[in-house]
Antibody, heavy 124, light 112 residues
Framework: EVQLVESGGDLVQPGRSLTLSCEAS????????MHWVRQAPGRGLEWVSG????????AYGDSVKGRFTISRDNAKNSLHLQMNSLRPEDTAFYYC?????????????????WGQGSLVTVSS | QSVLTQPPSVSGAPGQRVTISCTGS?????????VHWYQQLPGTAPKLLIY???NRPLGVPDRFSGSKSGSSASLAISGLQVEDEADYYC????????????FGTGTKVTVL
């Protein structure tokens, strides 16, 4: 059974940093691309960032480019999102999601499995 | 930042058929990219419902079906059930360096 478990969500002040992690199990982690997708409370889904199976290719949405960094550790089956210069508009549930393919910015480009989410609140 | 447009809400009585539209453009659905659908039950994470326009993952009931034509796609729920009350999102790929993965605005399905 595929399991994705996020951690690291917290209440932080604007301008501060936070790192989210996602522990994966139940599949060959290093065969698949992985993503972060967020959802502000009561709002829709927004793709944040993605990383290829081997970490060689990464991509970011406009709203986080230059502030967030995605990374993965295939030896530990884990995905991370380093978030710097946080803004109130970054407040959201952050979901870790498994791609059905091995790269980013290419089809099939779908989110096959999702974690339960981790809440990040940016407020003074 | 959603670039795929969905109706905010649809409703139907148990047993009825409802459809949800997803309208894109020539840079996403109209460019030939597949459309995928996700179901988000209240208080839970999204779940893949339909992939590749009209394919159901194992375990998804066959009352859910998808279609695509031109720059639009649709999700149909036949024989609506109380447990289908949820938010539904379409998603596709896009010819964009900065937003290659695009979601729909989301549709709340209410079972009357």
């Amino acid at each position: 059974e595929v399991q994705l478990v996020e951690s690291g969500g917290d209440l932080v002040q604007p301008g501060r940093s936070l790192t989210l992690s996602c522990e994966a199990s139940g599949f060959m982690f290093d065969d698949y691309a992985m993503h972060w997708v967020r959802q502000a409370p009561g709002r829709g889904l927004e793709w944040v960032s993605g990383i290829s199976w081997d970490g060689s290719s990464v991509a970011y949405g406009d709203s986080v480019k230059g502030r967030f960094t995605i990374s993965r550790d295939n030896a530990k089956n884990s995905l991370h999102l380093q978030m710097n210069s946080l803004r109130p508009e970054d407040t959201a549930f952050y979901y870790c999601a498994k791609d059905s393919g091995d790269t980013v910015k290419a089809e099939p480009a779908l989110f096959e499995y999702w974690g339960q989410g981790s809440l990040v609140t940016v407020s003074s | 930042q959603s670039v795929l447009t969905q109706p905010p809400s649809v409703s139907g009585a148990p047993g009825q058929r409802v459809t949800i539209s997803c309208t894109g453009s020539s840079s996403n659905i109209g460019a030939g990219y597949d459309v995928h659908w996700y179901q988000q039950l209240p208080g839970t994470a999204p779940k893949l419902l339909i992939y590749g326009n009209n394919n159901r993952p194992l375990g998804v009931p066959d009352r859910f079906s998808g279609s695509k034509s031109g720059s639009s796609a649709s999700l149909a729920i036949s024989g609506l059930q109380v447990e289908d009350e949820a938010d539904y999102y379409c998603q596709s790929y896009a010819n964009s360096l900065t937003a290659p993965y695009v979601f729909g605005t989301g549709t709340k399905v209410t079972v009357l």
